[in-house]
């Protein structure tokens, strides 16, 4: 499972005076496309929380391409990148879902993330995630 | 203590497609009127929250009179509504800054507080706020 | 055609430090439920804005009675209140999706809203707006 | 003049349920620091855009040292990174005014801007913010 599309249309209060999406509101897609994924993995967010594991992002990057316009549906496509045993990248790709001719890249980017316990220490990320390294 | 100002300028994260800020913000903005007020008043929210008191929002209401605009400095005037033993209300007025001829009202509203502890249980406000009713 | 159901997830960003949706988020749900509803209606804001109809809001109200968490799913349901020449009212309940026992109310409100065209002047709904009185 | 510093509290809004701010919301407190900073210049945005210049970012990268914590205040440092004809990069640190022993680093970037006109076609910086190569 190396990849996963999340299907969203943008809202009105994403865009901005410019006529288009706030460049923050991709940073919130990329967050869409992981929590997503990693649902869809079968390690909730949620339920990571409750078993004491914090994933806080330690770096973000976004490469914008070509603006997002209200009411447009868009594509995120998150991929695992590195993992290691105290990280975790994801790799984004937003693009355009557009009605004949394919598809067109919006932006891409990627998170890494650390992973804390309650008390803010940074610990080893869950053994069912480290484990995908092999996957 | 009646009435409290705070002064912000507008962000441009904070402006929809239409080119004025977008009708949530000023939600936020209220919210940040009574937290500074509250801060001044003696009682920081995290205050409160270290105490294990919360004080979830149970009703809001806004009523826009004019646009705000990206860079316009408004000033938030927020004033103690009524106390009552498990909940407290804000009222607040927004007002543009303008350089000469005085102050133009942009939005009024009002929003009603609860009190919960960590639990999530109803409880009576902390009495040094309920006190204030006879301030 | 009365009412108009959105089901959407709740995001990480929408969360605060209380550990459920911030209460601005839900003003967002609103609009997100009125956007849906009115493209389902074939009145696209995106549409409208391109005919010279701006519909900014004018009052907001909203009143929590449950919160909600960190991916929930939850239902937006929309419906038309009072249409007048100038102004329109749209009303919304905002459900958990229970799996089980049906579905539990987390909040309702209502907005307002005007219509102006490009240079920001009061202007007449859109007939096929004004027509849905009949509908 | 080549720093410039703007201070902020955290609003309550901007926090998540991991008890400090939302990741995204630094890419705001960035653009808060970079507008503000050319407010300060003589090139305020509102003006630029006016004259019919926008600045859409390009790039942005953000790498997070400590959490920001809710009504925490702190300092955005901008300053000027490489400037092209048609893009310029500007440089973050934020810091946590701590009250006794100096400075905290809490993150840092660069976010990347090119220049379109209204059409949204790539055309060159205003002179006046090219100049700025020779300060």
Do not use: W
Not at 65 to 88: Q, Y
Not at 105 to 115: D, P, R, S
Not at 125 to 130: C, G, H, N, V, Y
Request: a positive charge.
């Amino acid at each position: 499972m190396e990849k996963f599309e999340t299907r969203v249309r943008v809202r009105y209060e994403e865009t901005d005076q410019m006529g288009a999406v706030h460049h923050s509101k991709y940073i919130v897609y990329f967050e869409l496309g992981r929590t997503e994924f990693m649902r869809h993995l079968g390690f909730p967010y949620s339920e990571l929380e409750k078993d004491g594991f914090f994933l806080p992002i330690t770096e973000c990057y976004a490469k914008y391409h070509a603006p997002c316009k209200f009411e447009d549906e868009i594509i995120i496509v998150t991929s695992l990148g590195e993992i290691k045993n105290v990280r975790i990248k994801f790799n984004y790709k937003i693009f355009l879902k557009a009605d004949i001719d394919g598809q067109k890249l919006l932006a891409e980017g990627y998170t890494v993330l650390g992973c804390l316990n309650k008390e803010g220490k940074i610990i080893k990320l869950p053994e069912k995630i480290r484990r995908l390294r092999n996957a």
